[in-house]
Every structure is written in structure tokens, then in C-alpha cells.
């Protein structure tokens, strides 16, 4: 009786410690199985040229430091002779491209006024849904150019009646032609047709730099047991340019409280537990012309992460690619093929 009982408790021994020494044998899952976080920042309108000025001056320490831990990369808008024939240096060609991995000619946004919204199914958002249902897609604005919803008004005569609408032309591969029209006041904005793929959006004209951390912050608890992506768009330092000058010290001082807002998710990434397991991008989505108020013409922007990046001269198509990437997913199966490459080089 006495040996079947030692054989019973020898028996149970074995099986609570044979799984944990294979564990340390073979430590964590297979990293394809790891569900990575990412968080795109966008700092709107950040000249390549004053960033790098104001790191090598020593006014950036936390994100010298952060860049130390992981990685920058110059980027440029458009790779004219590889895919596109290029989109206009502002707001919302430059998140077209960088939340889809296409250029002009597949996602079809010039310039802020000459745009048809994105075509239904392209952006990263609603892509990573289709993978996954469960992942949390999370989109954070702060002005309407990023928008689903558009405040501006825009009006097309149908049939010889005006009304308002948007004709959406797709990509000649997607092989139909839609037209939708919106009998409400708000007509669409450049990513209209994934408003109801979002988890949580919430998206306002001159929102405030803090407030937006503040959203930022308030999601990142709520989905600490989720694996999400979330974009945080603020719209400095682009609005700082536009009133007093890329050369103004407030243009200079917008960046400095940009990176006292990235201090303050860092720590909270870290308090909640989550950070090793969640990639920080940044970049902005276009630059600015030297020395004045507007970007008519700037394409050299930059990427920062908190990984080691590969490439010298990156696009700005690669962002997607890049995110699909770390969060261990198959980006090469969509079509039209992904544009971009990633940077952290899994796929390639
Ligand atoms: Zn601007």
C-alpha cells in the first residue's frame, strides 16, 4: 500500500516538474506565438533637419536616450522611381501611406483637398481585424486631416442634383468602381471606410498634446491583457510651424513637450508591465520647408523605434509592412502586394 502511495506521489511530482524543467530548457513559446504590442506615434509636421539639429545640441536627452536603447533611421515620402508617382508633402497623403504600405497610386490621396478616402480594407487597422478579430485596434487624432469624418463640406452633382457625396474610384486591381453617398453632414474623411473596423476612435480637431497622452494612457490600461495596435497622431510641431516659423523656438519647444509626453507612455508601459513586449514607432508624416510657415515640398521625414532597425534610407510605405512585422504578421500574402519593406526585417 505504503509503494503504491510513493509511486502516486512520485507520479504527481513528475508531472508538476517535468513541464517546468522543459520550460527552462526551452525557454519562452515559439516568438511567433508572442502577441506584441505597437504603438505609432506621429509627430505631425517634425522636420528631419531641426530633430537631429536639436539631438546633436543635447535638447532631446530622453529621446537620445530612447534612440540609444533602440534605433532612428532616415525616411524619405516617396521612392519615385521604384512605385509611385509620388504624394504631396502634408497630413493626409502621408498617413495614407504610412497606415497602408501603398503610394498614391493604389491608396489614391494626393494632398489634404484632393483625396478620395482611402479604399475599404487597405489600412493596417482594418487588416489586422481581418487577421485577428481579437487584436485591439486603437486610433488616437488630433486633427480632422487624419480623420474618418471630414469637416469640411464637399458637394458633386449626381445626376444634375448636388448632393453631398464621395465618389470612391479604386485601385484598377480591386476590379469595381463604388460610389458611395452620405445623405448626413459629414462628409467623409481620408479614412471613412474604416470606421466601423476600429475598436476605439476617437479623433478631434486641436486636441490638446497632453489630453491626447491622456487618451493614450487611459486605453493602455484598459487593454493591458490585449494585444493592440494603437496610433496616437498629435498634431505638433506642424502647428507651432504654421504660426510662428520652423525656426521659431515655439516650433523647438513643441518638441521638447513631445518628448515629456513620450516619457510620461514609456512609464506607463513599463508600470503596467507591458513594454518589453510593445514596440514604440515614431515618425511624422511629412517635413517642413526651411525656415518658413508651410511644407509645399519637404520628403525627408525619419523613423525611430525602440528596436534595432535595418536599412539606411527607408520609405514611408515601410511603416506598415514594419508593424504587421512586429506583431509576427504575415504581411507578404496581401493584395495588391505591400509596397514597402520591413524595417525590422522578418519577411524580406
Ligand atoms: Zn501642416
Redesign the pocket.
Known amino acids: 500500500m505504503a509503494e503504491k502511495r510513493n509511486f502516486f506521489i512520485l507520479f504527481f511530482i513528475l508531472l508538476i516538474v517535468t513541464p517546468v524543467f522543459f520550460s527552462v530548457l526551452y525557454p519562452s513559446e515559439n516568438p511567433n506565438d508572442v502577441k506584441n504590442n505597437v504603438i505609432l506615434i506621429v509627430w ?2 517634425c522636420q528631419r533637419a531641426h530633430l537631429l539639429e536639436m539631438l546633436d545640441s543635447g535638447d532631446l536627452p530622453f529621446l537620445q536616450s530612447f534612440i540609444n536603447e533602440g534605433d532612428y533611421v532616415d525616411m524619405e515620402l516617396r521612392d519615385v522611381n521604384r512605385f509611385d508617382d509620388g504624394h504631396k508633402t ?2 493626409k497623403a502621408g498617413h495614407a501611406t504610412m497606415l497602408t504600405g501603398y503610394g498614391y497610386s493604389v491608396h489614391g490621396v494626393m494632398a489634404n483637398v484632393k483625396f478620395d478616402p482611402v479604399p475599404d480594407g487597405l489600412t493596417v487597422f482594418e487588416r489586422l481585424e481581418l487577421v485577428d478579430e481579437s487584436i485591439e485596434t486603437l486610433f488616437i487624432g488630433s486633427k480632422r486631416n487624419v480623420n474618418v469624418y471630414n469637416d469640411l463640406q464637399r458637394t458633386f452633382l449626381v445626376d444634375g442634383i448636388e448632393v453631398p457625396t464621395i465618389v470612391v474610384i479604386p485601385h484598377p486591381e480591386f476590379n469595381e468602381t463604388r460610389i458611395i453617398y452620405y445623405g448626413d453632414d459629414r462628409p467623409a474623411g481620408v479614412f471613412h471606410n474604416m470606421r466601423f473596423d476600429l475598436d476605439f476612435l476617437f479623433c478631434k480637431d486641436d486636441l490638446k498634446l497632453g489630453n491626447a497622452t491622456d487618451i493614450a494612457i487611459e486605453q493602455l490600461a484598459k487593454n493591458v491583457e490585449d494585444q493592440f495596435f494603437m496610433f496616437l497622431h498629435y498634431k505638433y510641431p ?2 507651432k ?2 504660426a510662428k516659423g520652423e525656426n521659431s523656438p515655439s516650433y523647438s519647444n513643441s518638441l521638447i513637450e513631445l518628448t515629456i509626453e513620450l516619457n510620461r507612455l514609456t512609464t506607463t508601459l513599463k508600470n503596467l508591465g507591458i513594454y518589453d513586449r510593445t514596440f514604440i514607432f515614431i515618425t511624422t508624416d ?1 517635413g ?1 520647408d526651411e525656415g518658413t510657415k ?2 509645399y515640398d519637404d520628403p525627408y521625414i525619419w523613423f525611430i523605434a525602440n528596436r534595432k532597425l535595418t536599412g539606411e534610407l527607408t520609405w514611408q510605405v515601410d511603416v506598415t509592412p514594419t508593424i504587421y512585422d512586429a506583431m509576427n504578421i504575415n504581411w507578404t500574402v496581401f493584395t495588391p502586394v505591400i509596397e514597402g519593406r520591413s524595417l525590422l526585417a522578418k519577411f524580406d
Open positions: 505631425d509636421g502634408n497630413t506642424d502647428r510651424g504654421h511629412h517642413f508651410y511644407h
